[in-house]
């Protein structure tokens, strides 16, 4: 389904509520909801939303570990699997 056919009304959603909802279940395709001619909200489903949350809270820390590493903070791979060994022989012992 092309994404013009889930442009919808504010008053279509408020008539249709029950059928955008059977929809999203069905194909997950987002509805962009208009208020005046104009977006105004975004209607996905639950499923959508939290995976969509995931993938920020992911890039997220991505993020955060490139401006360690550009700080110079961290280990290189070969002081980590330095470190990671030395930790089993302790554990090991």
Known sequence: MQATQ???????????AAQISEELAMNGTPFIIT???EASMVIESVQQYQDKESLIAALKL???????RL???GHSVQ???????????????
Do not use: M, P, T, W
């Not at 889930?6 to 249709?16: T, V």
């Not at 991505?62 to 360690?68: H, I, N, W």
């Not at 699997?81 to 090991?92: I, S, T």
């Open 79 to 93: 002081e980590a699997r330095a470190l990671l060994a030395k930790k089993r022989a302790e554990r090991d012992a």
């Open 35 to 37: 208020q005046n001619g």
């Open 71 to 73: 700080a110079g903070k």
């Open 6 to 16: 889930h442009i919808k009304s504010i008053s279509y959603l408020k008539s249709h």
């Open 62 to 68: 991505v993020a955060l570990g490139e401006k360690d």
